[in-house]
């Protein structure tokens, strides 16, 4: 009688896995389509709460709060319609509930930003911080509910984490414009009939800092769901 020893057991196991159609490649294809909408929504979130927020942060007019919300709505429904497309087939962006997360997202934005202007200070900053946490964790789970397949909607996965790192990346973007004040100022150069002078602020180092948040935040959400609720 054979005696079976460890590196046998070993390799008997891994052979068997490989063995098995579609199971790498289908681990391999969740993270590929987990980053890449990681990145897409991290983008267009990136744009359109730094264009809101440029606007807003400026001259508080009507017709700049209503630019800053259209924009603001038009990222919320984009990044919508990547997480409906990463999830679930890409349907109708015109339905009640899918419009119902989008103007969700938006009224997280304008409520995180109201809660900090009206306290000021670290201490808004950090209630602000605080109340956006338990705002993006609502929307998360609205969003999953309205876009996800069954077995997505009825997924026990709470997004705490991602909503957190949101968080954080939108208290860094806030904190840039508050109490950061520097720039830095490249030497003129000149180029033909012209001269360039290249400027970094602070609140663009904000904007960059909340992009790679807001990156972290949907990779974790997306790998989450494809890969426990698949």
Known sequence: MSR??????????????????????????????????????????????????????????????????????????????????????????????????????????????????????QAGLALATGTLTVLLTCQFTFERRAFGRRSIRHCSFVP????????LGASALLSAAWFVDWSITSPPLSVEVATLIVRIEAVQIGVVVFGCFAFLAHQRRFQRLLERCP
Do not use: Y
């Open 160 to 167: 705490i984490v991602p909503a957190v790192l949101l968080a």
């Open 4 to 121: 079976i020893t460890k590196p046998d057991v070993a390799e008997w196991l891994s052979m068997s896995v490989i063995r098995q159609p579609g199971v790498l490649g289908r681990t391999t294809r969740q993270r590929v389509v987990g980053i890449t909408a990681a990145l897409s929504a991290a983008a267009l979130e990136t744009l359109a709460v730094g264009l809101w927020f440029g606007l807003v942060a400026g001259s508080r007019t009507t017709s700049t709060a209503l630019a800053g919300l259209g924009i603001l709505f038009c990222g919320a429904l984009l990044r919508a319609s990547i997480f409906g497309a990463t999830v679930n087939h890409l349907q109708d962006l015109l339905e009640p509930r899918r419009l119902g997360a989008a103007t969700l997202l938006t009224a997280c934005w304008v409520l995180w930003l109201f809660v900090a202007d009206r306290i000021g200070g």
